[in-house]
């Protein structure tokens, strides 16, 4: 077993999830694999920390309100399903294509005749890049009130 | 009976009047404590290795909080790994001191860049504007997470700032909690540990980037900047000339300039601290970034061909006044200088960037450098 295989397997070998081989085979190769078991710790330490957390008890009354809220979604949604009529979903979602077509191309001429498009892409590659600065910095400050955040990924915001 | 009355009124008096001279004295001994306790959380050389989980307000402004596991080794080397919410679980920042490495494991991404250790050490003067421009003082202890802290108080004394109240553990300096408090005193959490350890000794391989075993990762390198010391005399073609003002409100200071020189948006980051709060005041040429609306947590403005991006941790309208030292300032500069800013946003649109960034740029690096493209006059 390898390092790779190794690291997909340590959660469940630490939770005695694996069976007699594998987990022979992953101790097998901790014992001669310093970075892995220094992973293994990694891990092991988290799970011990997660386990000290406390435990949240949900308030009185909160599974009632919860079925209750999820039952109302669930009519309100029923009703637009039973009246749905197929030829009549398609011509809709036909027009919405043309027109959503409409406003691109319309949208797209307008800004080329501004000669400042910045197409939408690159906006929130600006924007993650603000964030990732901002994050960056505050990493390094013990004083901030970010210090520990974790910011938006790249590619996602 | 109207004498007694005098004579009890002047003990009063009396007895109020000793105890505000002690007490005094004894806020004067409790700000030289509050600002060693501070300084011992802005001092590099970590005394103690700490793993904790962390509750920590998400940047994103909606008061959502994430749960991270913190992993700081003595000599501040650092990883940190999401546990909660679940669209970040897994995302983790390893810092090994010299570089740092955020690995994304949903886009298979690891984002390099030299470590934030790297900047120099800044703690003496954020000690003193946080003296100039704060009231510090230690307003008792508490126990988090098992540990006992110190409970410290910074007031600012610009009204429309916020107060800060750190809980930092007596022993080893770490925060344990931080709080804002704003002009009424309700207080919002900004982050919480929940458990702590102090290892003797952590692994080092756990601070180790160890980008070969992540084969399948595409890894982004980032290069950052140098450094403006020109006070604005400097040339630097971004596309503008960046604006420094003389003075900024509530007390805070330009720190330092860097230049973003990132292939399509070039900047300028204009750090800038109060003591406590460190901000940043990013400068772009306007035809660049004119789509860009306020983000959480910032103020936009525009002025000769600049667009400002005002980014601090401050209630808005303190953002804003410090946007507008800015604006003021550009005008000002306009005025002397007129059409220096159009000139520049207009000589350096994107096609027409130099051949190194357009080279760089096809290569999926993205760099943070001004070496090669600022001359100082």
């Known amino acids: ?157 | 009976m109207a004498r007694t009355s005098f004579l009890l009124t002047a003990l009063v008096v009396g007895a109020a009047a000793t105890a505000c001279a002690n007490g005094g004295k004894r806020g004067h001994s409790d700000s030289s404590q509050a600002r060693e306790l501070l300084m011992k959380i802005l001092d590099r050389n970590y005394r103690n290795n700490i793993i904790a989980i962390i509750s920590q307000r998400s940047p994103d402004g909606r008061g959502s909080y994430q749960r991270i596991q913190v992993q700081i080794s003595k000599d501040g080397k650092v990883r940190q790994t999401v546990i909660y919410p679940l669209s970040l679980q897994g995302v983790e920042k390893v810092d090994d001191g010299r570089q740092s490495a955020v690995f994304l494991p949903d886009e298979k991404l690891v984002l390099v860049e030299e470590s934030p250790r790297t900047l120099p050490d800044d703690s003496q003067t954020r000690i003193n504007l946080t003296v100039r421009n704060y009231g510090l003082s230690v307003v008792g202890n508490t126990t988090i997470a098992g540990q006992r802290a110190a409970i410290v108080v910074a007031k600012p004394r610009h009204a429309g700032l916020e107060s800060r109240r750190y809980h930092i553990d007596e022993k080893t300096g770490f925060i344990l909690k931080l709080e804002t408090l704003d002009a009424k005193g309700t207080p919002k959490l900004a982050f919480q540990v929940q458990q702590v350890t102090y290892p003797t000794n952590i692994s080092s391989s756990v601070f180790s980037i160890g980008l070969d075993k992540k084969e399948e990762y595409s890894v982004i390198s980032q290069r950052r900047t140098g450094f403006l010391d020109g006070g604005g005399k400097g040339y630097v073609p971004i596309g503008f000339s960046p604006v420094f003002p003389a003075e900024l409100p509530y007390g805070f200071d330009i720190q330092d300039a860097q230049v973003n020189d990132n292939g399509y948006y070039r900047c300028v980051a204009i750090r800038i601290s109060d003591g406590p709060i460190k901000g940043t005041v990013y400068q772009y040429a306007q035809s660049y970034a004119r789509s860009l609306k306020n983000m959480t947590g910032t103020s936009v403005g525009d002025a000769g061909g600049i667009r400002f991006v005002v980014a601090a941790d401050v209630p808005e309208n303190v953002r804003k006044r410090i946007l507008s030292a800015f604006l003021e300032a550009t005008k000002k500069a306009d005025q002397d200088n007129p059409g220096l800013g159009l000139f520049w946003g207009e000589e350096l649109l994107p096609e027409k960037l130099s051949l190194t960034a357009t080279e760089e740029w096809t290569l999926e690096i993205r760099q943070w450098s001004q070496v090669l493209l600022i001359t100082h006059q």
């Open chain 1, 1 to 157: 077993m390898n390092c790779k295989s190794v690291q997909i397997y340590l959660s469940a070998y630490l939770d005695g999830e694996l069976c007699g081989q594998e987990c022979l085979q992953v101790r097998d190769h901790l014992s001669g694999c310093s970075d892995c078991r220094a992973e293994e710790q990694h891990l092991r330490s988290l799970k011990h920390l997660l386990r000290g957390l406390p435990n949240y008890r949900p308030s009185e009354g909160f599974e009632d309100r919860l079925v209750s809220t999820v039952m109302n979604r669930t009519e309100r949604k029923s009703i637009f399903a039973f009246n749905l009529n197929w030829s009549m979903a398609a011509g809709v979602a036909a027009v919405s294509v043309l027109a959503a077509f409409g406003v691109f191309r319309l949208t797209d001429r307008s800004m080329s005749s501004a000669g400042s498009a910045e197409p939408s892409a690159r906006l929130n590659e600006l924007e993650r890049d603000i964030y990732h600065d901002q994050m960056f910095m505050a990493g390094n400050d013990p004083l901030s009130s970010n210090r520990f955040a974790s910011f938006p990924t790249h590619g996602k915001n």
